[in-house]
């Protein structure tokens, strides 16, 4: 999961201080300015911690779930795509290489950004997968730019999300499509404790049900094409997380080194017994602007 506004998003359910702790009993939880959450998301996304835990692929579905978007946006060689939120460039470089489209990643995470860059450098592929520093709000593309976009884990992040849906449908071309892998949920429902800013972090707190999203893409002047259900993806990688808070706990990982295990874990059995009662799950969704 992916955030810019949050660098590359992915369920990560409190395991990091800049994630929050849990408020005292008692206490009333405040809603997250926008400025917190964005550089919340950016710092969060960009800690080697995270990467041990979320593994190469920071979002449910992992690369097989980013191979199915690639495909339902019917990708050509050639074609100019954005990939919003692309954090350590994962889904761009797969879509380089089994797509042979050209992929420029916009986020908000300077050290992400800087090493992504790297990698295509060191590959060979600068010429082909390029990234910058930019907030999804503020897309730095001209319009009608790219022939696709993509989005994983990471819209259900954005503060400002008619903005964000705004930018991604300026920039893109009369007939491109967007494609967007999402935490959905039904957010009256959700556990206060994943409303804080550990929840936001987590994809949790702000993510909508997903005829909210398609609302907010048609308000944009985007027109929903697809829809799929890939909730047990989601169930998936919280069962690996927690797993993987069990082993590195064991092994008092030098990277976790400050993670409150036991936070960690009680958020991410939140977040288990969300999915598990039909309040969050996981989607892919692809639109189109009308020619």
Known sequence: MSALSSPAGGPNPGLLPEAGSPPPPGAVATEPSPDQVKLCCARTYQRDAVALILGDSYHPGGLDLTRRLGRSLELRTG???????SGPGTTAFLLAAEFGVN???????????????????????????????????????????????????????????????????????????????DVVLDPSRLHAELQTLAGWVACL???????????????????????????????????????????????????????DFDVARQRTALAAEAVRDGIAGYALLVAEKPA
Not at 79 to 85: G, I
Not at 157 to 169: G, I, L, R
Not at 230 to 248: N, P
């Open 205 to 259: 707190a702000d993510a909508r049900p997903l005829d909210e999203y398609a609302e907010l893409l048609a308000a944009a002047g985007l027109r929903v094409t697809m829809t799929e259900s890939h909730d047990t993806a989601l169930a998936k990688m919280i069962d690996q997380i927690d797993a993987r808070l069990v082993a590195f706990r064991m092994a008092a990982a030098p990277a976790l080194a400050g993670v």
């Open 103 to 181: 992929v420029e990643g916009v986020d908000l995470g300077e050290e992400a950004v800087a090493k992504a860059n790297a990698r295509a450098a060191a590959e060979g592929l600068a010429e082909q997968v390029r990234f910058s520093v930019g907030d999804a709000e503020r897309l730095p593309l001209e319009d009608s730019s790219v022939d696709a976009i993509v989005c994983e884990c990471a819209f259900c992040t954005f503060p400002d999300k008619p903005t964000a849906a705004a930018e991604m449908a300026r920039v893109l071309r009369p007939g491109g499509r967007l494609g967007i892998t």
């Open 79 to 85: 074609q100019r795509v954005l990939d919003v939120a």
